[in-house]
C-alpha cells in the first residue's frame, strides 16, 4: 500500500492529529485519552493555480503543515500550546461552540478543552469580523464517535472511507494589503469587510485540476461507500453539486440525522457551515441499462463525475480562470491511489 500523502492515526495516548490530508482512517478506543498538540500562528505564502503567491496568516505544525486537521474522539481532553508569532492578537475558537481562547500577539497560550460530540468543527481565529479567518486562519477539528471507526456519530450510516473538504476563499487584494502593512492591518479590515471580493476558491487549500491531489478527489469501487465532511472556512457561500450520485445529508451543524436522511445533489454551504454527507458510491442510475447488457463493467471502466460549486464564480481563479476553482472529481469503479488501512475493524482492537 502506498501511504504517501497519508498519515494513519493512531489509537494511542499521543497526539491523535492527522496532517493535511483529505482522506484517513481512525483507530478507535474504548475510553478517552489526553491529547496534545502544538501550533504556531505565522504567516506563510500559498500559491495558487495560476502562480500567484498569497500571504496568508495560519495555524501551523511542523508536522501536519498549515491548516491542519486534528482528529481525536468525543471526550478527550485536548491540550494546544499556542505560539503566537503574529504582531497581532489571534484567537482560537471552535464554530458553534463556547470552546474558545484568546492568543495574543508574539505571545505563548496553552489551552485545553473537552472534545465535544462526534462531528466535524471548523476551529479559527474569530477576530475582526472574521477578516482573520478568512485571510487562513482555520482547520478542521474532526470528533470520532467512542470506539467507533466507520461511522460519523454512533448509530449513524456506515461508510468505508472518510474525506474532509476544507472549503476556503481567498481575496489577493486583502493578502497583499497584510503583507505591505503589517499583521496589525487585519483591524483596519475589520471596518471594511464588504471590500472582501474573492478571487480564489479552495477545497484543502487546493483549486482544480490540483483538487485530484491528496485525495480530494472521492474515490471508490461500486458499494464503498465515503462520508464527506465538508466545512466551509471562507465568506463566500457555496453550492456543492455532486454529479454521479446524489448524497445523503447526515449532520448540517452537529444536527444528526441517522433514519431519515434526505438524498440531494446540491448541498448549500454557508460561511461556517459544516455538512457531512454520505456519498452511496451506487452504480451511477444515469447510465442506461443497455450498457451494462453490453458488457459495461464499473471496475474496469470506471466512470468519472465532477463535484464542483453552482456559485458560479467559485469554478473560476485570478478573477476568470475557469475551471480553475472549487471543483473536484468522483470516480466510480476505482480504488484511491492512496488510502488508509481499511482492514481493521473494532473486534481486531
Ligand atoms: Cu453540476
Not at 495574543?104 to 482573520?132: K, R
Not at 450510516?157 to 473538504?165: E, L, N, S
Request: hydrophobic content about 40%.
Amino acid at each position: 500500500m502506498d501511504r504517501r500523502g497519508f498519515l494513519k492515526l493512531s489509537g494511542g495516548a499521543a497526539a491523535l492529529v492527522a496532517g493535511n490530508v483529505a482522506l484517513f482512517s481512525w483507530v478507535p478506543r474504548a475510553g478517552a485519552a489526553n491529547v496534545t498538540i502544538n501550533l504556531s500562528i505565522a504567516s506563510s505564502n500559498l500559491t495558487m493555480i495560476d502562480g500567484r503567491v498569497l500571504h496568508v496568516l495560519s495555524y501551523q505544525n511542523a508536522t501536519l503543515g498549515i491548516q491542519p486537521t486534528i482528529v481525536c474522539q468525543e471526550g478527550d481532553t485536548l491540550t494546544i500550546t499556542l505560539n503566537n508569532t503574529l504582531g497581532t492578537n489571534s484567537a482560537f475558537a471552535i464554530a458553534n461552540t463556547d470552546i474558545r481562547t484568546d492568543a495574543a500577539a508574539n505571545a505563548t497560550t496553552t489551552f485545553s478543552f473537552t472534545v465535544p460530540s462526534a462531528g466535524t468543527y471548523i476551529f479559527h481565529d474569530d477576530l475582526n469580523n472574521g477578516v482573520n479567518r478568512v485571510l487562513g486562519l482555520h482547520g478542521t477539528l474532526v470528533a470520532m464517535p467512542a470506539g467507533v471507526k466507520n461511522q460519523p456519530f454512533a448509530g449513524g450510516p456506515t461508510f468505508v472511507r472518510q474525506y474532509k473538504w476544507l472549503l476556503g476563499n481567498y481575496d489577493p487584494v486583502w493578502c497583499d494589503a497584510v503583507q505591505a502593512n503589517g499583521d496589525n492591518y487585519v483591524a483596519s479590515l475589520a471596518n471594511q469587510a464588504d471590500s472582501f471580493e474573492p478571487k480564489y476558491f479552495t477545497i484543502n487549500g487546493a483549486s482544480f485540476d490540483q483538487t485530484h491531489n491528496a485525495n480530494t478527489e472521492l474515490m471508490g469501487a461500486v458499494g464503498n461507500a465515503a462520508l464527506v465532511r465538508m466545512l466551509n472556512a471562507g465568506m463566500a457561500v457555496h453550492s456543492m453539486h455532486f454529479h454521479g450520485n446524489h448524497v445523503e445529508v447526515c449532520s448540517i451543524n452537529h444536527v444528526n440525522h441517522a433514519d431519515y436522511r434526505k438524498k440531494k445533489d446540491v448541498i448549500p454551504m454557508f460561511p461556517l457551515d459544516t455538512r457531512d454527507v454520505l456519498l452511496p458510491f451506487i452504480s451511477p442510475p444515469d447510465i442506461p441499462l443497455g450498457e451494462f447488457a453490453r458488457g459495461l463493467d464499473l471496475a474496469t471502466s470506471p466512470q468519472h463525475y465532477p463535484m464542483h460549486c453552482h456559485t458560479e464564480l467559485s469554478q473560476t481563479a485570478g478573477g476568470g480562470f475557469y475551471p480553475h476553482g472549487m471543483h473536484t472529481g468522483i470516480v466510480i469503479g476505482k480504488e484511491p491511489l492512496t488510502e488508509p488501512d481499511l482492514t481493521q475493524d473494532v473486534a481486531q482492537l
